[in-house]
Nanobody
Framework: QVQLVESGGGLVQAGDSLRLSCAAS????????MGWFRQAPGKEREFVGG????????RYTDSVKGRFTISRDNAKNTVYLQMNSLKPEDTAVYYC?????????????????WGQGTQVTVSS
């Protein structure tokens, strides 16, 4: 059974940093794209960033470019989201997901397994 477990969320102040982790189990994810999404209260889940199975290609939504960095360690079946210069508008539940397409698609529908989410709250 595939399982994704996010960790690393918390309450921080604007300008601080957090590093989220997503540990995967149940299969080898080295051939799969991984993505991070977030959902704020009253809003739809949105794409944050994605990473190719090789780790060499990444993509981000415009609002986090230059502040967030995705990386992965296939040997550990883990993907990371380093978040710097956090802003109050980054407050959301953050989810990681697995895409069988091999790349970090920005499309919600291209992901078939999801974690339970981790809360990130940024105070002003």
């Amino acid at each position: 059974q595939v399982q994704l477990v996010e960790s690393g969320g918390g309450l921080v102040q604007a300008g601080d940093s957090l590093r989220l982790s997503c540990a995967a189990s149940g299969r080898t994810f080295s051939g799969y794209g991984m993505g991070w999404f977030r959902q704020a209260p009253g809003k739809e889940r949105e794409f944050v960033g994605g990473i190719h199975w090789s780790g060499r290609l990444t993509r981000y939504t415009d609002s986090v470019k230059g502040r967030f960095t995705i990386s992965r360690d296939n040997a550990k079946n883990t993907v990371y989201l380093q978040m710097n210069s956090l802003k109050p508008e980054d407050t959301a539940v953050y989810y990681c997901a697995v895409s069988p397409t091999g790349y970090g698609s920005s499309s919600y529908g291209n992901y078939d397994y999801w974690g339970q989410g981790t809360q990130v709250t940024v105070s002003s």
